[in-house]
T-cell receptor, first 111, second 114 residues
Framework: KQEVTQIPAALSVPEGENLVLNCSFT??????LQWFRQDPGKGLTSLLL?????REQTSGRLNASLDKSSGRSTLYIAASQPGDSATYLC??????????FGTGTRLTVIP | KAGVTQTPRYLIKTRGQQVTLSCSPI?????VSWYQQTPGQGLQFLFE???????NKGNFPGRFSGRQFSNSRSEMNVSTLELGDSALYLC?????????????FGDGTRLSIL
């Protein structure tokens, strides 16, 4: 059974810092990996999707990498802003179209 | 383009009752998935529908069921509600199943069981 782990569970950084969030998964037979953010009381906003054949994806200040063979992904956030404060979730798709989610990293960016 | 719409946003029920939640996918999206989010278990997959057929089901009891209509809108039903069913229920849509399309989520229905 696929298990997805995110470290750290919580992270506080001062505004302007670059930071890395980590995600690991146990079964490397994935179709893709997706990073989401969730604001309190809200649904999930898709940030980046990396296909299993890709190594990384970039969107603005966000860069996600994927090392499928080692079962790891990282989300790099450059020049963090208070508006980046949220819970970040990674999820992998294996076989059918269902996502296996990690437990998330709660990020706080301090002004 | 409108996003995924879930109704109602909040719902309060008592044990033993049943509930129906609704999800309207993004226009053109034909695959709809449902997830349950709780503080203890995180986000867990419930089921996925495509072309009015359930394609995949998570590890939940038979009290949890769903369906999809010809316009791709989906409903999920929970019967004989238990306290542990209190959760945020999220719906996600994608263009098609198969894992190569991103899933887009609604804001969820928060269900509270008294």
């Amino acid at each position: 059974k696929q298990e997805v782990t995110q470290i750290p569970a919580a992270l506080s950084v001062p505004e302007g810092e670059n930071l890395v969030l980590n995600c690991s998964f146990t079964d490397s037979a994935i179709y893709n990996l997706q990073w989401f953010r969730q604001d309190p009381g809200k649904g999930l906003t898709s940030l980046l999707l990396i296909q299993s054949s890709q190594r990384e994806q970039t969107s603005g200040r966000l860069n996600a990498s994927l090392d499928k063979s080692s079962g790891r992904s990282t989300l790099y956030i450059a020049a963090s802003q208070p508006g980046d404060s949220a819970t970040y979730l990674c999820a992998v798709v294996t076989g059918a179209n269902n996502l296996f989610f990690g437990t998330g990293t709660r990020l706080t960016v301090i002004p | 383009k409108a996003g995924v719409t879930q109704t109602p946003r909040y719902l309060i029920k008592t044990r033993g009752q049943q509930v129906t939640l609704s999800c309207s996918p993004i226009s053109g999206h034909r695959s709809v998935s449902w997830y349950q989010q709780t503080p203890g278990q995180g986000l867990q997959f419930l089921f996925e529908y495509f072309s009015e057929t359930q394609r995949n089901k998570g590890n939940f009891p038979g009290r949890f069921s769903g369906r999809q209509f010809s316009n791709s809108r989906s409903e999920m039903n929970v019967s004989t509600l238990e306290l542990g069913d209190s959760a945020l229920y999220l719906c996600a849509s994608s263009l098609a199943p198969g894992g190569d399309q991103p899933q887009h989520f609604g804001d969820g229905t928060r269900l509270s069981i008294l």
